[in-house]
């Protein structure tokens, strides 16, 4: 297992690189960049003016020799003095060709300095640290509950399959399932956040004004208060996979010859079910256990995050992204990715602990 563990660990190096080169590469033909953005600032043009005006990451165009852009190449540089452009280019790091910067990004990744933002005066880890709470907080509350249904209702379903709770509560999970969380979202706001009938439930934010002041057991309740909604958008389409998957997989270890071997000897249902059949259904949904993590932190909530107006790391990447905020941009990617991998192996790691018998070292 050692081995195994060493060489996933050592695979992730090329994963890294390879994800990143990807994306720079597509940042590079994607219209608008910071330089062009800003440029267009002085022009007093607004953001998506720059996005029109840039051909590239590089934010450079093509230009003839009679072009007013003098020779910054920058059409957003209209008037503007050339040193000027030429200053703007050196505070991003632009004065530089694409596969210098790249590799200068590498270095700085390599010891965990992911540079500051270009639009905001603090630095990439600082702006991580101030979301990431509020991403973990909605992140692990969805995750706990989504477990906490699937799976007693999907050993249930599996135990009653055929029967009329399980035909009853399959339309439950379907509808739940067909309907998205962003949709569902803007349903809850309108019934229960002073969209159209009841102002129940605050529509933004994770805590009140006053919340400083409360006592520990206001604390508690203005907090679950404030996290209600957005926990139950996130719960609603993930609980419905996770169910469908448990009762799945408890169905087919319950066919298998072990448990007719086991009910021979005399065990009781429950010492079946929970001695041997649990123990083996729970592998394929501990696997998922991983996945499940890294999409509810880091992208599943994303549009949740902008319509309960919470800033957490999915608005903050979202804006990253429409900014051209190159550094935020590619340190939550790297971030993001290397924290994906990691949770990967550790589902294997699980998979062991649970199963002694799986033994990965022995695969090819």
């Given at each position: 297992m050692t081995a195994y563990l060493v060489r996933r660990l050592l695979l992730i190096v090329p994963t890294l690189l390879g994800i990143l080169i990807i994306n720079f590469a597509i940042i590079q033909a994607a219209p608008g960049g910071?330089?062009?953005?800003?440029?267009?600032?002085?022009?007093?043009?607004?953001?998506?003016?720059?996005?029109?005006?840039g051909?590239?990451?590089?934010?450079?165009?093509?230009?003839?020799?009679?072009?007013?852009?003098?020779?910054?190449?920058?059409?957003?540089?209209?008037?503007?003095?050339?040193?000027?452009?030429?200053?703007?280019?050196?505070?991003?790091?632009?004065?530089?060709?694409?596969s210098?910067?790249?590799?200068?990004?590498?270095?700085?990744?390599?010891?965990?300095?992911?540079?500051?933002?270009?639009?905001?005066?603090t630095t990439v880890i600082n702006l991580i640290k101030e979301k990431m709470p509020v991403s973990i907080s909605i992140g692990l509350w969805s995750t706990l509950l989504i477990y906490l249904i699937s799976i007693p209702l999907g050993i249930?379903?599996?135990?009653?399959?055929?029967?009329?709770?399980?035909?009853?509560?399959?339309?439950?999970?379907?509808?739940?399932?067909?309907?998205?969380?962003?949709?569902?979202?803007?349903?809850?706001?309108?019934?229960?956040?002073?969209?159209?009938?009841?102002?129940w439930f605050p529509m933004q934010g994770l805590t009140s004004e006053n919340f400083d002041t409360l006592s520990f057991g206001g604390?508690?309740?203005?907090?679950?208060?404030?996290?209600?909604?957005?926990?139950?958008?996130?719960?609603?389409?993930?609980?419905?996979?996770?169910?469908?998957?448990?009762?799945?997989?408890?169905?087919?270890?319950?066919?298998?010859?072990?448990?007719?071997?086991a009910r021979a000897k005399g065990l009781s249902e429950r010492q079946v079910l929970y001695g041997h059949v649990f123990r083996n259904a729970m592998l394929i949904i501990i696997a998922g256990l991983p996945a499940t993590l890294l999409g509810v932190f880091f992208s599943g909530a994303l549009l949740i995050e902008v319509i309960f107006n919470l800033d957490g790391l999915g608005l903050l990447s979202f804006e990253a992204v429409l900014n051209r905020d190159y550094p935020v941009m590619f340190g939550t990617l790297w971030i993001f990715t290397l924290t994906g991998l990691?949770?990967?192996?550790?589902?294997?790691v699980v998979y062991t602990l649970v199963d002694p018998r799986i033994d990965f070292a022995s695969r090819s």
């Amino acid at each position: 297992m050692t081995a195994y563990l060493v060489r996933r660990l050592l695979l992730i190096v090329p994963t890294l690189l390879g994800i990143l080169i990807i994306n720079f590469a597509i940042i590079q033909a994607a219209p608008g960049g910071p330089v062009e953005r800003t440029l267009a600032r002085l022009q007093g043009l607004d953001g998506s003016a720059a996005s029109r005006m840039g051909s590239g990451g590089g934010d450079m165009i093509n230009t003839t020799s009679g072009s007013t852009s003098g020779s910054s190449g920058y059409r957003g540089a209209q008037g503007l003095p050339p040193e000027l452009v030429a200053d703007i280019e050196r505070q991003y790091g632009f004065d530089k060709p694409a596969s210098e910067r790249f590799v200068i990004m590498l270095q700085n990744y390599l010891r965990f300095d992911f540079g500051s933002s270009f639009f905001r005066d603090t630095t990439v880890i600082n702006l991580i640290k101030e979301k990431m709470p509020v991403s973990i907080s909605i992140g692990l509350w969805s995750t706990l509950l989504i477990y906490l249904i699937s799976i007693p209702l999907g050993i249930r379903k599996a135990l009653h399959s055929g029967t009329q709770f399980d035909l009853w509560t399959s339309s439950v999970i379907i509808i739940g399932y067909a309907i998205p969380g962003f949709l569902f979202a803007i349903l809850l706001i309108i019934l229960f956040a002073g969209g159209s009938y009841w102002q129940w439930f605050p529509m933004q934010g994770l805590t009140s004004e006053n919340f400083d002041t409360l006592s520990f057991g206001g604390k508690l309740l203005d907090y679950a208060w404030h996290i209600a909604l957005p926990t139950l958008c996130l719960t609603i389409g993930g609980f419905a996979t996770l169910t469908i998957l448990t009762k799945n997989s408890f169905l087919d270890e319950i066919g298998k010859q072990y448990v007719m071997t086991a009910r021979a000897k005399g065990l009781s249902e429950r010492q079946v079910l929970y001695g041997h059949v649990f123990r083996n259904a729970m592998l394929i949904i501990i696997a998922g256990l991983p996945a499940t993590l890294l999409g509810v932190f880091f992208s599943g909530a994303l549009l949740i995050e902008v319509i309960f107006n919470l800033d957490g790391l999915g608005l903050l990447s979202f804006e990253a992204v429409l900014n051209r905020d190159y550094p935020v941009m590619f340190g939550t990617l790297w971030i993001f990715t290397l924290t994906g991998l990691l949770l990967k192996i550790l589902s294997d790691v699980v998979y062991t602990l649970v199963d002694p018998r799986i033994d990965f070292a022995s695969r090819s």
